[in-house]
Structures are given as structure tokens and as C-alpha cells.
């Protein structure tokens, strides 16, 4: 067998802080690595594989689409990406998509919206006010826009006209809000930030300003979007409609995707605008399309709710068990367990050895963001062991 992490350090950029396992197959729930060991499968590919490994709907569209055509450019007409635009559309409170490859081009896409909108209805207002704690991704712009400074320090002088300010907080948008300002963009729960759920009013307090303002309300729903709060878009948990959503992660169940969908009032590019070499292929269109009827057709939100529900319980009890566990927070399948001292990275081990992938959010939290297809049974399997990993990381 080749020394993978030897190969790795020599030839890959050291960006990433690997967890020391080389993952070769997966199915359903479940991942093996290349020694053949098993794991049950809480992280999902970071929040993407939605409707699970190597899943059927998934892998004979990809299969059938290959044969047909992968790419010929947005100068064209395509059919899988139009077929996904309607679905994703007439399942929304918006009305019209762009398609482009992440999360941080999405995000990108949407400030560029959001900017041309400013331009021709506000005067010229540009800024963007995000969050602390915020994750909108890695390019440069989105490095401004996202609110931790670990991200921002290696990089400055950062990209002007992004306001951070303290999520959570309506006051604190209406203080940074100025004659300059064109949009608010939040995640409804932030994700990378440690999984932080608002105050249930929050979001229609800050869709209420956004109104009285004149600006734009952008939702980055690359982590929360598709079904994992419990409803298709995570706008709907909170009964609001955004002006601009994005979306990524789960979107094609693993083959790169994101989306701008925007209102009409809010749909300002003219062509020329904006654009992407792949955005929008028909080789990820009818990936994204498979996954997207797959999740309607399966009512994975509503598995979503139930079973994240399920696994709140029984963390929850887990926290009455172990007094290191301080919180358990969540929605849907967005959880995470909160410790009193920096030993997420203990615990991912020892669930490592026992067969279980978690997310360390924190270096004193867990984050769980399993495929939205899991059941209860592999919740208990995943609690039982989660226990265990507990017991023995809090005695070190
Ligand atoms: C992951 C994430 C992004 C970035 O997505 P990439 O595909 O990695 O660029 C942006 N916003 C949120 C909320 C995310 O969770």
C-alpha cells in the first residue's frame, strides 16, 4: 500500500490540517478507507453529500450525462441547466438563478449583484454588511466579507466596502447602516462560525430593516440550504424571503455547484455582466437536477427535522451524563456539542477509532452534518459511540 500522507506532503500544498486517514469508497451513510475500515459518516463530505454515497439517482444521471455532453459554454442553450433553474425556482421565493461552480463564487456573484443594484437604484451604495463568525468563503472579496480575522490577517490589505458587525444583533446592522450601504448578507445559522442559531426573530428584524432601507436582504445558504434545517431553503424555518439566496454544498450532492437565485426586483444584471466559463454545465445540471428530485421526491427536509430532532435528544442527554458536554445546539441537520475545554480534537479521535467521522467546528466543539438521508438507527450507533469517545477523551 503507498504512504499517502508522504506523497501528499511532498507534492500538495500544505493548506489543509488532514485528519490522518485516506478515504477510497463510500455508500449510503457509510465511508471505508484504504485499509478497508469502516466509518458512519457524520460530516458528509462538509455538509455536500446530501442524499448520501455513491447514490443511484445521483450516480446514473452523472453516468447517462457524461455519454451525452458535459460542456459546451454558456454561449448555448442547455437543457439540464434549464430544467434545474425551473425547479429550484418554482420551489422558491425567488425567481431567477445563475449557476456557478462554490459557495465563494456564489457569494461573489451575489455582492456583484448586489453592487450593480446599488449602483442604479441606491445611488451608488456599495457596501455589504456581513457577520462576526460569518463563513462566505475563500477568494479574496469573500475573505473581506467573512467576519473572523484569522481568515483576513494573512491577506490584508483586504477588498473594500464589507462592514462586519456582531451576528445576532439587529442594532448593531442599523448602526453600521449608511447612505453607502446596499445589502446585509447572513447565513440563517452560521455554520463554519460553530453552528449559531439566532434568536428566533432575528432574521425578520433584519428583513424589516433591509425594507425600510431600500436595500438588499442576501441569505448565503450554502451550508443551510437544500433541506438541512429541516425545510428546502432555511429561509423558510424563519419566515422571511430573502432578496438574493445563495447556494452550494448540498446543492449537487457532490459535484461542484453553486447558485445566485435572486426576486425579479432584485434580478439587475444585463448581459455582459456577469459570467462563468462552467457555471451551470450539463454534466453538474443534471447531477444537481437528480439530487435536487431526490430530495423532493424523498421529503428529505422534513428527515431532516425529524431525525436532527431525534439526535438533538439524545446529545442532549448525553450533556445530562457528561458534565464536560456544556451545549448542544442545532437545527435540522446543522448540530453542534459544545465542551468545556479545548477537547473536540480528543473526541473526533476516539470516534475515529470506533468507526464514526464528526467535524471538529472548534477546538472545543463538534459539528455533526450527516447526509440528509440518515435514519434514527444510525443516529443510536452514532450516539452510543459518541458516549463512549466522550467518556474516554474527558478522563485524558
Ligand atoms: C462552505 C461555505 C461557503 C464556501 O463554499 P465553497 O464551496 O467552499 O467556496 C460559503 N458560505 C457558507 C455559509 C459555507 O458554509
Not at 439517482?57 to 457524461?66: H, P
Not at 436582504?217 to 434545517?229: C, K, P, S, W, Y
Not at 453542534?336 to 468507526?355: I, P, T, W
Amino acid at each position: 500500500m503507498k504512504n499517502w500522507q508522504e506523497i501528499e506532503s511532498k507534492y500538495y500544498m500544505h493548506t489543509f490540517s488532514r485528519i490522518p486517514v485516506c478515504l477510497v469508497r463510500g455508500k449510503g451513510v457509510r465511508v471505508w478507507d484504504d485499509t478497508g475500515k469502516e466509518y458512519l459518516d457524520l460530516f458528509g463530505g462538509l455538509a455536500v453529500d446530501s442524499i448520501g454515497h455513491s447514490n443511484p439517482a445521483l450516480t446514473d444521471a452523472i453516468c447517462e450525462q457524461a455519454k451525452t455532453l458535459i460542456q459546451v459554454s454558456n454561449l448555448y442553450y442547455t437543457i439540464p441547466q434549464l430544467e434545474l433553474a425551473e425547479l429550484l425556482v418554482t420551489n422558491s421565493c425567488l425567481n431567477k438563478v445563475f449557476f456557478a461552480n462554490s459557495g465563494a463564487e456564489a457569494n461573489e456573484g451575489a455582492v456583484k449583484l448586489a453592487r450593480r443594484y446599488g449602483a442604479l437604484k441606491l445611488k451608488g451604495a456599495y457596501e455589504v454588511i456581513t457577520a462576526f463568525e460569518s463563513f462566505h468563503g475563500r477568494t479574496l472579496a469573500m475573505t473581506a466579507a467573512t467576519g473572523q480575522k484569522k481568515f483576513q490577517k494573512p491577506y490584508e490589505p483586504m477588498p473594500v466596502g464589507f462592514i462586519n458587525v456582531a451576528f445576532n444583533d439587529i442594532e448593531a446592522i442599523k448602526a453600521a447602516t449608511t447612505e453607502k450601504t446596499c445589502a446585509v448578507m447572513v447565513e440563517p445559522v452560521q455554520g463554519e462560525g460553530g453552528v449559531n442559531v439566532p434568536a428566533e426573530n432575528y432574521l425578520k428584524q433584519v428583513r424589516q430593516w433591509c425594507d425600510q432601507k431600500g436595500i438588499l436582504l442576501i441569505l448565503d445558504e450554502v451550508q443551510t440550504g437544500m433541506g438541512r434545517l429541516g425545510s428546502l431553503y432555511g429561509y423558510q424555518e424563519f419566515g422571511v424571503e430573502p432578496d438574493v439566496v445563495t447556494l452550494a454544498k448540498g446543492l449537487g450532492g457532490g459535484v461542484p455547484i453553486g447558485a445566485i437565485l435572486a426576486k425579479d426586483s432584485a434580478s439587475v444584471f444585463v448581459p455582459g455582466d456577469h459570467g462563468s466559463t462552467f457555471g451551470g454545465n450539463p454534466l453538474v445540471c443534471a447531477a444537481s437536477l437528480a439530487v435536487l428530485k431526490y430530495i423532493l421526491k424523498n421529503n428529505l427536509p422534513a428527515n431532516a427535522r425529524e431525525v436532527g430532532t431525534y439526535f438533538m435528544t439524545g446529545l442532549r442527554s448525553l450533556q445530562k451524563k457528561h458534565s464536560c458536554i456544556t451545549d448542544v445546539r442545532g437545527r435540522g441537520l446543522l448540530i453542534a456539542m459544545q465542551f468545556n475545554s479545548d477537547m473536540a480534537g480528543d473526541v473526533l479521535k476516539a470516534c475515529m477509532e470506533r468507526g464514526l467521522l464528526v467535524n471538529a467546528v472548534k477546538p472545543n466543539a463538534l459539528r455533526f452534518i450527516p447526509p440528509l438521508i440518515i435514519g434514527k438507527r444510525e443516529i443510536d450507533e452514532a450516539l452510543a459511540i459518541l458516549d463512549e469517545a466522550v467518556a474516554a477523551s474527558s478522563k485524558m
